[in-house]
C-alpha cells in the first residue's frame, strides 16, 4: 500500500508544478494585452509596434512628436482622459496615426492636435489626414481635433485636414475646430508664365473616399483652399486659382 502511495504523492506534485505555471503564463500574456500608460512618443511608438490592443494615454499628458508614428496594422484600442487633456501634437512638422486596411481601430478620449502632412506626388502613401488617415475599420468617439493642416502641390489635391478615411468610419461626439486643407499654387518659370496649375482643397476637417458615419459632432472654423492663381502681369496668361470644397467635411463623387 505504501509502494502506491509515491507515485500519487509525484503525481500531485507535477500538477501542482504544471497548474502554477499555466497560471504564470496566463498572466504573462493578459499583462501583454493590456498595455500600461503611455506618456511619451518612445513608450507610445513601442506599443504600436509591440501590437499593444489596449493603449492608453492618460489624463494631464502632452505627447509631442518628434517623427510620424508608426502604421497600425492589427486592431486596438486607443484610449484617453476625454476631458480634452490627452493630447498628442504633431508640432506643426509630423503627421500622426495611420490604420492600415486590414486594422479595425477605436481611437476615444484624444485631443490630436498642429499635426503636418505636405503632399508632394502621387507616390506618396498617404493621400490625407495630417491627423488621421484611415484605410481600415475605424471608431473615432468623443476625439478634438484642431489646427491640423494638410498641404497640397501641383500634382496632388489636399483633402481632408484632420481625418481622412478609405475605409469604414464611425464619427462620433468629437469635435473639429480650425483644421485646413490646401491645394498647391500655380507655379511659374523664370517669365513669370505658368507651367503647373493649382489644385484644388477638399474637407477642411474631414474627407470621406468609402463609408462613413458621423453623428452629434461639431465643426467649426475648418476651412478648404484651393491653390492660388497666377495673373499678376496682364502681359502674362494667367493660371486660374483651384476650386475649394467642403470647408468642414467633403465625400467623394
Known amino acids: 500500500y505504501r509502494k502506491n502511495t509515491k507515485p500519487e504523492t509525484k503525481?500531485?506534485?507535477?500538477k501542482r508544478l504544471f497548474s502554477s505555471l499555466t497560471v504564470v503564463a496566463l498572466?504573462?500574456?493578459?499583462?501583454?494585452?493590456?498595455?500600461?500608460?503611455?506618456?511619451?512618443?518612445?513608450?507610445?511608438?513601442?506599443?504600436?509596434s509591440a501590437g499593444d490592443t489596449n493603449i492608453t494615454i492618460p489624463a494631464?499628458?502632452?505627447?509631442?512628436?518628434?517623427?510620424?508614428?508608426?502604421?497600425?496594422?492589427?486592431n486596438t484600442v486607443i484610449s484617453g482622459a476625454a476631458d480634452g487633456s490627452s493630447?498628442?501634437?504633431?508640432?506643426?512638422?509630423?503627421t500622426a496615426f495611420s490604420i492600415a486596411s486590414n486594422a479595425t481601430v477605436t481611437i476615444k478620449?484624444?485631443?490630436?492636435?498642429?499635426?503636418?502632412?505636405?503632399?508632394?506626388?502621387?507616390?506618396g502613401t498617404q493621400k490625407g489626414g495630417a491627423a488621421i488617415y484611415n484605410q481600415g475599420?475605424?471608431?473615432?468617439?468623443e476625439c478634438h481635433f484642431?489646427?491640423?493642416?494638410?498641404?497640397?502641390?501641383?500634382?496632388?489635391?489636399?483633402?481632408?485636414?484632420?481625418?481622412?478615411?478609405?475605409?469604414?468610419?464611425?464619427?462620433?461626439?468629437?469635435?473639429?475646430?480650425?483644421?485646413?486643407?490646401?491645394?498647391?499654387?500655380?507655379i511659374t518659370d523664370g517669365a513669370g508664365r505658368p507651367v503647373s496649375l493649382?489644385?484644388?482643397?477638399?474637407?477642411?476637417?474631414?474627407?470621406?473616399?468609402n463609408q462613413g458615419t458621423v453623428q452629434n459632432c461639431t465643426f467649426s472654423g475648418n476651412t478648404a483652399k484651393g491653390g492660388d492663381g497666377h495673373g499678376k502681369d496682364p502681359d502674362i496668361a494667367g493660371g486660374a486659382g483651384a476650386h475649394a470644397y467642403g470647408g468642414a467635411i467633403a465625400v467623394a463623387a
Open 11 to 14: 503525481w500531485a506534485n507535477w
Open 27 to 48: 498572466a504573462a500574456s493578459a499583462s501583454y494585452a493590456n498595455a500600461a500608460d503611455v506618456t511619451s512618443e518612445t513608450e507610445l511608438k513601442a506599443a504600436i
Open 60 to 74: 494631464n499628458t502632452v505627447i509631442t512628436l518628434t517623427s510620424a508614428l508608426p502604421e497600425i496594422g492589427y
Open 87 to 94: 493630447v498628442i501634437d504633431g508640432a506643426s512638422s509630423y
Open 109 to 123: 478620449g484624444l485631443t490630436i492636435q498642429n499635426t503636418y502632412l505636405a503632399l508632394v506626388d502621387l507616390a
Open 137 to 141: 475599420t475605424l471608431t473615432v468617439e
Open 146 to 186: 484642431a489646427n491640423n493642416k494638410v498641404d497640397g502641390s501641383v500634382a496632388v489635391a489636399a483633402r481632408g485636414g484632420a481625418v481622412y478615411s478609405t475605409g469604414t468610419l464611425n464619427l462620433l461626439y468629437s469635435s473639429f475646430f480650425s483644421n485646413m486643407s490646401e491645394g498647391g499654387d500655380t
Open 198 to 209: 493649382s489644385t484644388v482643397g477638399r474637407g477642411g476637417a474631414l474627407y470621406i473616399e
